[in-house]
């Protein structure tokens, strides 16, 4: 089952603007991943966010967590059209009976267009 | 440093056949993933391990999968029989952080096409 829910599912924008991905979540959770998939590189991280903490920057991307909203976005500045490709967020987060699991979203598919 | 390296990066099988997929993760990397991703989904889990044990194998089907990690290093995952629904890309990640869900990091894949 999806933990984690990205949105939207596609966002189109032009070099140089800024790109905004959300993920929200159900149950409560240790930290939440982004992760970024293109068909070159495969999927690579970018970012965790510890639930303790509210907010990080990487480069141009930025993260925010907002536990009491069970909500999260990425924020990736000054766009290019290398950072064309599909974003996920996972949450390492409750599963019941004592147990955590990390769970991936459907994801962002971001273009970038030159 | 080199990457997780898995094999074969592509497999076609007919249904009812086995397949195996192997991994080697990053040296040094005491955690290991299996993942399935089909088309247009995020990965899901499949199976952890930390060294040689299975932490989290609850998402595996254990009708059809295995999977084993000899001596804590590399890893196999084994489908016997493939089913036409098997069809996905195989991933494999490693950690260098144990006790949880940390930055993974993860190789190329193996793509299954069952027919």
């Known amino acids: 089952s999806q933990q984690g829910e990205e949105d939207p599912q596609a966002l189109s924008i032009q070099e140089g603007e800024n790109a905004t991905m959300n993920c929200s979540y159900k149950t409560s959770i240790n930290n939440l991943q982004w992760y970024r998939q293109n068909s070159g590189r495969g999927l690579v991280h970018l970012i965790l966010?510890?639930?303790?903490?509210r907010e990080k920057h990487s480069g141009r991307l930025r993260v925010t967590l907002d536990t009491s909203k069970k909500s999260s976005s990425l924020l990736i500045t000054a766009s290019r059209a290398a950072d064309t490709a599909s974003y996920f967020c996972a949450t390492d987060a409750y599963s019941g009976a004592g147990s955590y699991q990390l769970t991936f979203g459907k994801g962002t598919k971001l273009s970038v267009i030159p | 440093e080199a990457g997780v390296v898995q094999s074969p990066r592509y497999k076609i099988i007919e249904k009812k056949q086995p397949v195996a997929f192997w991994c080697n993760p990053i040296s040094g990397h005491n955690t290991l993933y299996w993942y399935l991703q089909n088309l247009g989904q995020g990965p899901e889990l499949l199976i952890r391990?930390?060294?040689?044990?299975?932490?989290?194998d609850s998402q595996l089907p254990k009708d059809r999968f295995s999977a084993e990690r000899l001596k804590g290093v590399d890893s196999t995952l084994k489908i016997q029989p493939a089913e036409l629904g098997d069809s996905a890309v195989y991933l494999c990640?490693?950690?260098?952080?144990?006790?949880?869900?940390?930055?993974?990091?993860f190789g190329p894949g193996t793509r299954l096409t069952v027919l």
């Open positions: 966010i510890r639930s303790n903490e």
């Open positions: 990640a490693s950690s260098p952080r144990s006790g949880g869900y940390n930055e993974q990091f």
């Open positions: 391990y930390e060294n040689e044990e299975a932490v989290d």
